[in-house]
């Protein structure tokens, strides 16, 4: 019944090989602007992948009573509206992380990453492989908020702190380069880590 | 009725269906939530007192006054709450809490007046202050401290006992005039007891 490998295969996809954001470029703002604390990216990842997971799975379930025409509509609506759950519990549960991620929350609603895979994915297969594709989808733009947030508040202040613990610390007697947590070192680390990402994905193709 | 309308007609009602189920669970999660956000934006609000009011209030408790509220404010626009500190009934300091205008939108600001109307401190709750300069008003900074022990009788004014911090007037003159709405709403009360 369940194609387990297919599954398994739309989990997977997302992670590198049709990451959101270092293969698809989809989503940045969000990426650029927070990634400058690792532990951001915990919060925002999780609270993007939520959204995605809820969203695709409620799309796929209803996509055969959805006429095309006013899909679009329909799909904000239930996106803001998962968007708008997630906003009220943070806020009442997390306030410290609410006043960090700020205006990123609401502004899930208009990541690319969630209209184009509910578009793309959710309204044309079944629920149990959105829900795979969605988790898929999610990690891999939270493991490339993850990476771009390790990197840069390493580079950026000698050391990467989450909850509350130091996670690691760069020797004594480093400088810490201050760019890595602006601007420019967001622009900076996110092309290394797409120039990475496509050589491991196209290793071994001639 | 021909093809076009009632397809249009179907297309609305779907959409309100989506639409009504969507608001119906938001509601639910905003009446399930509503009282624990209104508790920690309190919370916050007390250990902003707890700040501001520096020494003074370690020995005494903070509660928002509501009557207090109600008289400052009809002097004092924007004033959004009031707090005592107190100690066996005898007032040590209050916390007022005001929303001046900034550069980016409203400040939201806690400003400390011990019972003698010195101002004891200054915190920043909320701003959408520019990162890099209006921001470096609002974090404790040098340019707060400026206010500390200023009473009602002070001008409190950029260019006569305040120096703006350069490149943001602005957000500047935002942080004094919440400065001068606590005074005001101070002296308020002070003619009130009278």
């Known amino acids: 019944m369940v194609d387990f490998k297919r599954l398994a295969h739309e989990f997977y996809k997302g992670l590198f090989k049709e990451n959101v954001v270092l293969v698809s470029l989809i989503g940045l703002c969000s990426v650029l602007a927070v990634s400058s604390k690792f532990e951001n990216g915990v919060y925002l990842g999780a609270a993007a992948t939520f959204v995605l997971v809820f969203s695709e799975l409620i799309v796929s379930l209803i996509r055969k009573v959805i006429p095309k025409e006013i899909r679009i509509p329909v799909f904000i609506v239930i996106i803001a509206s998962f968007v708008t759950i997630v906003d009220l519990v943070m806020q009442a549960y997390s306030p410290q992380m609410y006043k960090v991620l700020g205006i990123w929350i609401p502004l899930i609603v208009v990541n690319c990453m969630i209209l184009g895979r509910v578009e793309v994915f959710g309204y044309r297969e079944p629920p149990l492989y959105a829900i795979a594709d969605a988790l898929g989808m999610g990690a891999g733009y939270t493991v490339s908020l993850l990476l771009m947030g390790f990197i840069r508040e390493l580079l950026g202040t000698g050391k990467v702190e989450a909850f509350g613990t130091t996670l690691l610390k760069m020797p004594a007697g480093y400088e810490p380069a201050s760019i890595f947590i602006l601007f420019p070192g967001a622009f900076l680390t996110f092309a290394f880590l797409i120039a990475i990402n496509r050589w491991l994905n196209t290793r071994g193709e001639s | ?194």
Request: hydrophobic residues 40%; neutral net charge; aromatic residues 6%.
């Open chain 2, 1 to 194: 009725m021909n093809g076009l309308a009632g397809k249009l007609v179907r297309y609305a009602l779907i959409l309100m269906i989506v639409a009504s189920i969507a608001s119906g669970s938001l509601a639910y999660t905003y009446e399930i939530t509503r009282e624990r956000i209104e508790k920690m934006r309190l919370q916050e609000q007390l250990n902003a007192v707890q700040e501001v009011c520096g020494s003074i209030v370690g020995k005494g408790s903070v509660s928002p006054d509501k009557e207090a509220l109600e008289l400052a404010s009809r002097k004092v626009e924007i004033l959004n709450a009031v707090f005592r500190v107190e100690k066996e009934g005898q007032v040590l300091a209050y916390g007022f809490l005001v929303s001046p205008r900034g550069y980016g939108g409203p400040l939201t600001m806690m400003v400390g007046i011990d019972k003698e109307g010195r101002v004891t401190g200054i915190k920043v709750l909320e701003h959408r202050e520019t990162p890099g300069l209006g921001d470096k008003v609002v974090a404790g900074s040098e340019f707060l401290e400026q206010f500390k022990n200023k009473t009602p009788s002070d001008p409190v004014e950029i260019k006569k006992d305040i120096d703006a911090v350069s490149g943001a007037t602005i957000s500047s003159k935002g942080v004094t005039a919440g400065v001068r709405a606590a005074l005001d709403a101070f002296e308020a009360l002070k003619e009130g007891e009278r």
